[in-house]
């Protein structure tokens, strides 16, 4: 069988995959497949990312429109929510799969739908073809971890993409796992209606979170009524003659209409026949060094895929760097010492550099200050009260080691801090700024304006 042959071939085609096929196109002229075999554009802009982030902003609104809108003066019926209409909404906001096609076509690449295997290190087999290539790029994602419970088998549970595929509301939902999506799904689910519990094996949500942080955060949500299990998990779980489903947490027994996992992720790499040239695969996924490279010769691997950070654009940041290592230099590396991150909640709960903890493992010699969200001008507009803006510093050289920020607009405060992290910026700096007035970003200034106070051998640690 001859083979088609390519500078490039990408398998996936979501952020990372487009994002390598990019570059590699446009700085290099390189001539690139892309190899998908389900979901064309990836889970992001399909079903994970964009349209989740749309069911947030229509759970914000009704909750804003019921619990704002008399007191300013609008007179509203109560909102009820029509989720198919609001599914549709979102669903108008994503590209079809044709026109994903016809989009990567016009890009003059080698658009090939079907499921690749490895056949060797420089070719892969896709159906009845064959493509080779010097440089391949795995980038086939990850989907939702099935935790060990016993009776899963026998429940029709949900996840992220299929959450955002009901025509109604839940009348009630546990869901299982605390992180981003866990949160922001039962967040969602609670304001339009649902009874939320949520089930975390940990003793904090959001773990990679600042703990006083996330504390935080908890206690926003536990405000709207949502219940958080800490330190505990699910028994088992077992369909009710109703039809409900009965899920044991520890010596309590309760009845929920819908369960939804949010306990991790997996990488998509079981059909891709790794064994067959030794790819190096362990827990997180496939193994890669700060170039992206793989254990294997000519192999790359970016995003979901890869052992690394699980988000969108890291999976861009991975592909770029592999592609400047494929066809360049290779003198950029991986780097997340200053990785930005966020939790579409509202309040938000974002984080840049190290945590406390984080701080204290590192063993740094650092202060911390805090402000709280509620003595904000612009967090009285929506009688927030739970919320918090965190500097840790280090003590000799006053250098910000990270921000935490749990408020609306958290996202946007720690993302444009990225920079100013990564080039020293001290909290002295972030003390004498300029800042807007009423903004939830002054928080940020009346945080470290109370280290201007604090003798360097007197600051917390």
């Given at each position: 069988?001859?083979?088609?042959?390519?500078?490039?071939?990408?398998?996936?085609?979501?952020?990372?995959?487009?994002?390598?096929?990019?570059?590699?196109?446009?700085?290099?002229?390189?001539?690139?497949?892309?190899?998908?075999?389900?979901?064309?554009?990836?889970?992001?802009?399909?079903?994970?990312?964009?349209?989740?982030?749309?069911?947030?902003?229509?759970?914000?609104?009704?909750?804003?429109?019921?619990?704002?809108?008399?007191?300013?003066?609008?007179?509203?019926?109560?909102?009820?929510?029509?989720?198919?209409?609001?599914?549709?909404?979102?669903?108008?906001?994503?590209?079809?799969?044709?026109?994903?096609?016809?989009?990567?076509?016009?890009?003059?690449?080698?658009?090939?739908s079907g499921t690749a295997s490895f056949v060797d290190a420089h070719t892969v087999r896709v159906g009845e073809r064959e493509l080779s290539g010097e440089r391949i790029l795995v980038a086939t994602g990850g989907r939702t971890a099935v935790p060990p419970i016993p009776g899963i088998e026998g429940v029709a549970w949900l996840d992220h993409v299929s959450a955002l595929e009901l025509d109604e509301v839940p009348e009630s939902l546990l869901v299982v796992g605390a992180g981003p999506v866990g949160l922001e799904f039962g967040q969602i689910f609670a304001r339009f209606g649902s009874r939320v519990t949520i089930v975390n094996s940990g003793p904090q949500i959001a773990a990679r979170a600042d703990r006083e942080a996330a504390r935080e955060l908890q206690a926003a949500l536990e405000a709207e009524g949502i219940e958080i299990v800490l330190n505990g998990g699910v028994d088992s779980l077992a369909s009710s003659p109703s039809g409900s489903v009965e899920a044991k947490l520890g010596d309590r027994l309760i009845e929920v209409s819908h369960v939804l996992l949010a306990s991790g992720r997996v990488p998509n790499i079981e059909e891709l026949s790794t064994e067959t040239i030794g790819l190096e695969v362990g827990r997180g996924g496939v193994a890669v060094d700060d170039l992206m490279r793989t254990n294997v010769s000519g192999i790359w691997a970016a995003g979901d895929v890869a052992a690394g950070p699980l988000l969108t654009p890291i999976a861009q940041y991975q592909a770029r760097i592999a592609v400047e290592d494929m066809f360049g230099n290779g003198s950029r590396r991986a780097d997340y010492s200053v990785l930005p991150t966020a939790i579409f909640t509202d309040p938000e709960l974002g984080g840049v550099g190290l945590s406390e903890a984080e701080a204290l493992e590192q063993a740094h010699d650092f202060g911390v200050v805090t402000h709280p969200l509620a003595s904000l001008t612009r967090a009285q507009y929506t009688r927030a009260k739970h919320g918090i803006f965190k500097i840790v510093f280090d003590r000799e050289t006053r250098r910000v080691l990270g921000v935490h920020v749990v408020s609306r607009g958290a996202s946007d405060i720690v993302g444009s801090l990225a920079p100013a992290l990564k080039l020293g910026v001290t909290v002295d700096d972030l003390a004498y700024m300029h800042h807007v007035y009423p903004s939830y970003c002054e928080g940020l200034k009346a945080a470290a304006e109370k280290a201007l106070k604090i003798p360097a051998s007197e600051a917390k640690s």
């Amino acid at each position: 069988m001859t083979a088609d042959h390519y500078d490039l071939i990408v398998l996936g085609a979501g952020s990372a995959a487009r994002d390598g096929a990019g570059k590699a196109a446009r700085e290099f002229g390189a001539h690139v497949a892309l190899v998908e075999h389900r979901l064309w554009g990836g889970s992001c802009p399909n079903v994970a990312c964009r349209p989740t982030k749309a069911y947030v902003v229509a759970a914000e609104l009704m909750h804003d429109v019921r619990e704002h809108a008399a007191e300013r003066g609008i007179d509203l019926p109560d909102p009820k929510l029509d989720l198919a209409r609001t599914r549709a909404w979102k669903d108008s906001l994503r590209r079809d799969q044709q026109s994903w096609v016809q989009v990567l076509t016009e890009a003059r690449y080698g658009v090939v739908s079907g499921t690749a295997s490895f056949v060797d290190a420089h070719t892969v087999r896709v159906g009845e073809r064959e493509l080779s290539g010097e440089r391949i790029l795995v980038a086939t994602g990850g989907r939702t971890a099935v935790p060990p419970i016993p009776g899963i088998e026998g429940v029709a549970w949900l996840d992220h993409v299929s959450a955002l595929e009901l025509d109604e509301v839940p009348e009630s939902l546990l869901v299982v796992g605390a992180g981003p999506v866990g949160l922001e799904f039962g967040q969602i689910f609670a304001r339009f209606g649902s009874r939320v519990t949520i089930v975390n094996s940990g003793p904090q949500i959001a773990a990679r979170a600042d703990r006083e942080a996330a504390r935080e955060l908890q206690a926003a949500l536990e405000a709207e009524g949502i219940e958080i299990v800490l330190n505990g998990g699910v028994d088992s779980l077992a369909s009710s003659p109703s039809g409900s489903v009965e899920a044991k947490l520890g010596d309590r027994l309760i009845e929920v209409s819908h369960v939804l996992l949010a306990s991790g992720r997996v990488p998509n790499i079981e059909e891709l026949s790794t064994e067959t040239i030794g790819l190096e695969v362990g827990r997180g996924g496939v193994a890669v060094d700060d170039l992206m490279r793989t254990n294997v010769s000519g192999i790359w691997a970016a995003g979901d895929v890869a052992a690394g950070p699980l988000l969108t654009p890291i999976a861009q940041y991975q592909a770029r760097i592999a592609v400047e290592d494929m066809f360049g230099n290779g003198s950029r590396r991986a780097d997340y010492s200053v990785l930005p991150t966020a939790i579409f909640t509202d309040p938000e709960l974002g984080g840049v550099g190290l945590s406390e903890a984080e701080a204290l493992e590192q063993a740094h010699d650092f202060g911390v200050v805090t402000h709280p969200l509620a003595s904000l001008t612009r967090a009285q507009y929506t009688r927030a009260k739970h919320g918090i803006f965190k500097i840790v510093f280090d003590r000799e050289t006053r250098r910000v080691l990270g921000v935490h920020v749990v408020s609306r607009g958290a996202s946007d405060i720690v993302g444009s801090l990225a920079p100013a992290l990564k080039l020293g910026v001290t909290v002295d700096d972030l003390a004498y700024m300029h800042h807007v007035y009423p903004s939830y970003c002054e928080g940020l200034k009346a945080a470290a304006e109370k280290a201007l106070k604090i003798p360097a051998s007197e600051a917390k640690s």
